[in-house]
């Protein structure tokens, strides 16, 4: 069988080798991977047909559904470039992504297109809308064509536009926590690599189920399906209202593999799960940020016959590391080691290699790092470089540049070459001369059972420069959230310097931003605006 090296291949392979095994499941709905090619051969010849040219952009505003999936691969198959829009996002969020990077095709429902509005005559490189339902051409902006789903796949069959896997694929757009929005451009080959890397130490086979529970315009949440594709295995959408939906589909599709980020596996390992879970699901993998120990043991408690990965990824590079669960017993708080077909270094900032348990920034070099951020040259700059000359795979006599991924976070490696995440630059709290992590202080909050969720941040202070202030929910038990009795606790488990200056109460859940991450920027603004009122 052939090698995929193009993203939409992913599907063309497995179906050429198992036409009729499933690939896709979203609700009642399930779709062979011979269907599912179809489907994206014909909604590649429909976007061709609307006079698509190579490496436009094509933007998806959808809840997680099978349109979602087809639109994916379609679009890079057409020759063109995908841009999944969270479905969480506002409006006005989706005309500047529109607007950002130039999309000339955008596919939604006709709910959310109605909820557009006038947003969309504000895009003037819209040239049609797709909708996955009834069309309305009263409310379409001048200039813009109105189409159906359907009718989109009735177009006549043609070839798609020349490809080699260096093309742009796909932009996704980070949350935007600070500031603007920013388009990640990732190839082809970041993708595909991306997707046989996961698969890899996954171990990712035909017969695997993987549930498909984070946004797929999160990076994370793509690679369900690029890395099951990959496989040949089958992929469940959800859109999940509550935890208790993820318990309950876990157990209805039989799930062998689950990845979530640790707001998600807070909530879950809360709740009671059926035995049987534990039967099938093989391993439960974390991403976008620390997995709290207490998290990790509840959980391992409820499937222990399922095999934990810890995982830290870039959206600039799609993966990076991951611990293998042999090693979580005897090191739980690492982020791993590189993926496979990736390199991890660990530089100080005249780029100059740390020395084991030294802490500097983590930098991604091989073929995941992406292509820079969408039209924008000086943020580009800022996390793209050039790997100085003398690091592991730079030698001397190599006259051609190479860029690398400079990710911001500080980490630290051991002896053993075992990477430990420390905290993000942008996000650590100096107080009293120390650098501290808000996830340092979060994991002693979270150990102490005290509270349901909860986030630190650091606020100004005219003598220790920074304090530590806490928000956090009640505990799942029922039990009021005491302050008091939380404080308590830090100050028998941390050093002066980390024990938090207050805590204050919040209705769970915390907000989230787009990607389902605790919104620690949004939180901390808040509480700064209650205080000058």
């Known amino acids: 069988m052939p090698e995929s090296s193009l993203l939409h291949e992913l599907i063309s392979t497995a179906a050429d080798k198992s036409p009729d095994a499933v690939a896709l499941s979203s609700g009642v709905q399930s779709l062979r991977y011979a269907e599912l090619w179809l489907q994206v051969r014909s909604a590649a010849s429909g976007l061709l047909a609307l006079g698509l040219q190579r490496g436009e952009r094509v933007a998806i505003y959808l809840e997680k559904r099978t349109e979602t999936v087809v639109a994916s691969f379609a679009a890079p198959a057409a020759g063109a470039v995908f841009v999944p829009l969270n479905p969480l996002l506002k409006p006005e969020q989706v005309g500047y992504v529109l607007r950002d990077c130039g ?96 698969a890899s130490y996954l171990g990712n086979v035909p017969t695997d189920t993987l549930l498909a529970a984070l946004p797929l315009s999160f990076d994370a949440g793509f690679s369900q399906l690029t890395t099951a594709f990959h496989a040949g295995a089958r992929v469940v959408l959800l859109n999940y209202l509550l935890p208790r939906d993820v318990v309950k589909i876990l157990a209805r599709e039989q799930i062998t593999g689950l990845t979530a980020v640790p707001p998600l596996y807070i909530q879950l390992s809360q709740l009671d799960w059926p035995a049987g879970i534990d039967t099938h699901l093989r391993y439960f993998a974390n991403t976008g940020g620390r997995m709290p120990r207490e998290t990790l043991g509840l959980l391992r408690q409820r499937v222990p016959s399922a095999k934990p990965f810890l995982m830290y990824g870039l959206t600039e590079a799609f993966r990076s590391t991951y611990l293998p669960p042999e090693e979580v017993d005897r090191r739980p708080d690492s982020i791993g080691k590189a993926i496979p077909n990736a390199e991890i270094l660990v530089l100080r900032e005249d780029g100059s290699a740390c020395a084991p348990e030294e802490p500097g920034e983590l930098v991604h070099r091989g073929a995941l790092v992406g292509l820079g951020y969408w039209g924008d040259a000086e943020k580009t700059a800022e996390r793209y470089k050039l790997l100085p000359a003398g690091v592991p795979g730079r030698q001397d006599g190599l006259q ?116 389902g991450k605790i919104d620690r920027k949004l939180l901390a603004g808040q509480w700064l605006d209650r205080q000058s009122a």
């Not at 797709?130 to 001048?142: C, E, H, I, N, S």
């Not at 989109?152 to 932009?171: F, Y």
């Not at 630290?412 to 650590?428: K, N, P, T, V, W």
């Open 400 to 515: 051609l540049p190479e860029y690398a991924v400079f990710s911001g976070d500080t980490v630290r490696q051991d002896a053993e070459g075992f990477l430990y995440f420390i905290g993000r630059r942008d996000e650590m709290i100096k107080s009293s001369g120390y650098r501290i992590s808000p996830t340092e202080v979060e994991e002693v909050l979270y150990a102490s059972q005290l509270v349901g969720e909860c986030v630190a941040f650091g606020v100004d202070h005219a003598s220790l420069g920074q304090v530590i202030q806490v928000i956090a929910t009640a505990p799942a038990d029922g039990r009021a959230l005491d302050s008091a009795a939380l404080l308590v606790f830090c100050r028998s488990r941390m050093p002066a310097y980390m024990v938090p200056a207050g805590c204050e109460a919040a209705e769970g859940p915390l907000p989230r931003n787009p990607n």
């Open 103 to 198: 999309v000339r095709v955008l596919i939604t429902s006709p709910e959310r297109f109605e909820a557009l509005g006038e947003t969309l005559a504000q895009c003037p490189s819209l040239r049609c809308v797709v909708l996955t339902g009834a069309v309305d051409a009263a409310q379409t902006p001048a200039g813009v064509g109105l189409l159906g789903w359907d009718e989109l796949l009735a177009a006549t069959a043609r070839p798609g536009h020349r490809l080699i896997d260096t093309d742009v694929a796909a932009i996704l757009y980070t949350s935007g926590s600070t500031g603007k929005p920013k388009g990640v451009v990732l190839s082809h080959r970041n993708m595909v690599a991306g997707a046989k890397s996961v």
